[in-house]
């Protein structure tokens, strides 16, 4: 509601009331910028917290020594199990499990505004389309760094663990998936040769339905899990951070 408070202020706005209006757009925006919705809250004290965290995040981007440290490490795991995916031609899977990541950090728009550029065409499983919803991914990820390192390993073991449920999921899943691609949902029926023939994305389907696919999704938990256990430990992130601090 807060999002929609604002843009109905905005689309009041003219040169008779903008005087009027000023405060009531100015207490929304902090809110926003605080995410802060108290009626308790005075629009001084508003104000005066505003003002303290836009300094701290302009403090924190001029002298970002070691942070993003730890969401480019991120990165570099992220790329390599996306790229391990798209090598095996599960293109559609590795699409997937991106916009499940940008969704999880908050970049919903930036995941729609691509989907709507490819959506349309048959290139919504192309190789273009990933790069772009994984660059889209990263920008949003990285606006995470100016918020401190605390904020940066929240979002960080957060993603960790929102891609390992998804894949532990799709593995425990994959029998229930080739029933359910065997069985007509109307009548509750196996489908018949011809049937399943038609189906579309039929190529696809029949790879995601081998028993190989299975032991693959299970090799993604185990790869995922490789990538990521030196971002969750410890004694590893006080080693980094040292090394990057000793190197500035």
């Not at 003219?14 to 100015?26: A, H, Q, R, T």
């Not at 391990?84 to 599960?90: S, V």
């Not at 994984?134 to 957060?158: A, M, T, W």
């Not at 081998?210 to 993604?220: A, S």
Request: hydrophobic share 35%.
């Amino acid at each position: 509601m807060l999002y929609k408070k604002i843009k109905d202020l905005l689309n009041k706005l003219n040169s008779e009331n903008v005087e009027e209006l000023k405060p009531s757009l100015i207490r929304k925006v902090n809110e926003l910028i605080l995410n802060i919705n108290d009626d308790d809250i005075s629009d001084g004290e508003l104000e005066s917290l505003c003002n303290f965290v836009i300094l701290r995040e302009n403090f924190r981007e001029d002298n970002s020594l070691i942070e993003r440290l730890l969401i480019k490490n991120f990165i570099k795991a992220f790329d390599e199990f996306i790229n391990e995916i798209n090598n095996k031609d599960y293109i559609s899977d590795a699409i997937e499990l991106i916009n499940t990541s940008i969704r999880s950090i908050g970049g919903i728009a930036r995941g729609y505004r691509v989907m709507k550029k490819y959506v349309p065409s048959k290139d919504i499983n192309s190789v273009q389309y990933l790069i772009e919803l994984k660059d889209q991914f990263y920008k949003q990820l990285r606006s995470y760094s100016i918020k401190g390192i605390y904020e940066e390993q929240f979002v960080i073991y957060g993603l960790i663990n929102v891609i390992r449920f998804e894949l532990e999921e799709k593995s425990q899943e994959h029998g229930r998936y080739v029933i359910s691609m065997l069985t007509d949902y109307k009548t509750k029926k196996m489908k018949s040769l011809d049937e399943f023939e038609s189906e579309p994305h039929l190529d696809e389907l029949k790879i995601k339905m081998k028993r190989e696919f299975g032991i693959e999704l299970q090799r993604r938990v185990y790869l995922w899990d490789n990538l990521t256990i030196k971002l969750q430990d410890h004694y590893y992130l006080e080693n980094l951070y040292e090394e990057e601090g000793n190197d500035l």
